[in-house]
């Protein structure tokens, strides 16, 4: 019996504890690995309600929704969807990685491991080890787009992608041969005889004319075997 006006709760046992029966839940949103504050929306009991919109962000990540439980285990939910509650509810953010393709290649010398379309993320690093074959040496990785090489001069490195690009091993060849510079009809002396060379290396060579001689052009024997910077200077490479 109720002689005087009354404020009446009621309360129902869950197994462990008595909770309100017909109070509107409280949603609470955290971050789960994300930057930002966690925040709570009060939803009407047993009412379909939208789920306030995510504010949360994480550096190389897209946001993918929501899950009860941290590792993605529990009920998900879309950003926005509209829930009907009876009891008060924490949701994780769901993230996933960006990746991107990247085409991963050697150039001649050597061979490079992964090869070939691969999909990189912008946080997991992937490792890529070039090897270089018999008379070769790694020389350095040149990349493009948005591929972040660790250590550009390192065989083995660490990659990761902020947009799709290239990744190309390069190699240097470490066979080794004389170069010999010798003075033609009209030249007083020449400069930049070299015993060993390296194949691929760079090589100052000078010729000084006679007088009353202009110099020409430099050739070389055999002709394949050698490149000039400028056939027609005295001094060059």
Do not use: H
């Not at 009809?185 to 100052?204: N, R």
């Not at 055999?222 to 490479?237: C, K, L, Q, V």
């Amino acid at each position: 019996e109720i002689s005087s006006a009354s404020t009446m709760t009621a309360y129902m046992y869950d197994g462990s504890n008595w909770v309100d029966y017909n109070v509107d839940p409280v949603v609470t949103f955290k971050a789960n690995g994300g930057t930002g504050s966690d925040y709570t929306q009060t939803v009407n009991y047993n009412t379909s309600t939208a789920l306030t919109a995510n504010t949360f962000t994480r550096t190389g990540y897209t946001f993918t929704g929501w899950n009860t439980k941290t590792d993605g285990t529990g009920t998900s939910y879309t950003d926005k969807q509209k829930v009907t509650l009876k009891a008060n509810t924490i949701l994780y953010a769901k993230w996933t990685e960006k990746t991107y393709a990247v085409t991963i290649s050697a150039g001649n010398g050597g061979t490079v491991s992964p090869s070939g379309s691969q999909t990189i993320g912008q946080v997991t690093k992937t490792t890529v080890t070039a090897t270089a074959n018999d008379n070769y040496e790694f020389a350095n990785w040149t990349a493009t787009g948005g591929v972040v090489v660790a250590n550009t001069t390192s065989a083995a490195t660490t990659i990761t992608a902020t947009a799709a690009g290239t990744l190309t091993a390069n190699f240097r060849s470490t066979a080794t041969n004389s170069l010999t510079v010798v003075a033609g009809a009209g030249i007083a002396s020449v400069t930049g005889s070299t015993d060993p060379v390296t194949l691929g290396s760079t090589y100052d060579i000078k010729a000084t004319p006679k007088t009353g001689y202009t110099f020409s052009t430099w050739t070389a024997n055999p002709a394949a075997n050698a490149e000039f910077a400028d056939a027609r200077s005295e001094n060059t490479t």
